[in-house]
């Protein structure tokens, strides 16, 4: 199975701040097809998730630019720009690559 | 606008059964490989099954191999996972999702 690791466990950021959160899988995550999915989800208190990311790096219909998704093989970053209070919850990688589907363990932003 | 709405979730003892089913409206339903993804209490997401949009083939984690079946009608447009020999360890919140979009979640709680 395809483990995910995420850091940090948690972090706290004012508004308006940027923050970063790293994922490594144990393999790398290139299907045979030449795509990498490699999505990020945000689950907010009390709600679904909700996808955010796919691909690496393409934006979900709705989800503001200041979500941006980069990476490649093995090491993926989602970075948050000009945080907002409405991006407070438990951020989530996650591989459709190959089954079984994997998640990281989650990285939960508090607002300062 | 995309929907699934989850149900048949309770609580049943060990060793029972118990059908979830998630109704899905707003996409092309038979179009989409459909999954079910679980959160037990306080922890983070767990993919547990998915079916593809024909339903030709089906792929389940190795916990749930066995004791779990999903299905899908494309005619009514819903999607349904069978859930026999239940255990504590499957006590969660188990969502339906396409991955871009996810159901509210129906709490399956297993317990004597």
């Known amino acids: 199975d395809v483990v995910m690791t995420q850091t940090p466990v948690s972090m706290s950021v004012s508004l308006g701040g940027q923050v970063s959160i790293s994922c490594r899988s144990s393999q790398s995550l290139v299907h045979n097809n030449g795509n990498t999915y490699l999505s990020w989800y945000i689950q907010k208190p009390s709600q679904s998730p909700q996808l955010l990311i796919y691909k690496v790096s393409n934006r979900f219909s709705g989800i503001s630019d200041r979500f941006s998704g980069s990476g490649s093989g093995t090491d993926f970053t989602l970075k948050i720009s000009r945080v907002e209070p409405d991006d407070l919850g438990v951020y989530y990688c996650?591989?459709?690559?190959?089954?079984?589907?994997?998640f990281g363990s989650g990285t939960k932003l508090e607002i300062k | 606008e995309v929907q699934l709405v989850e149900s048949g979730g309770g609580l049943v003892q060990p060793g029972r059964s118990l059908k979830l089913s998630c109704a899905a409206s707003?996409?092309?339903?038979?179009?989409?490989?459909m999954a079910w993804v679980r959160q037990a209490p306080k922890k983070g997401l767990e993919w547990v099954a998915t079916i593809i949009y024909d339903g030709s083939r089906t792929y389940y984690r190795d916990s749930v191999k066995g004791r779990f079946t999903i299905s899908r009608d494309n005619a009514k447009s819903t999607l349904y996972l069978q859930m026999d020999s239940l255990r504590s360890e499957d006590t969660a919140t188990y969502y339906c999702?396409?991955?871009?979009?996810w159901g509210q979640g129906a709490s399956v709680t297993v317990s004597s």
């Open positions: 707003g996409f092309t339903f038979s179009d989409y490989n």
């Open positions: 996650g591989q459709g690559t190959q089954y079984p589907l994997t």
């Open positions: 999702a396409t991955l871009d979009a």
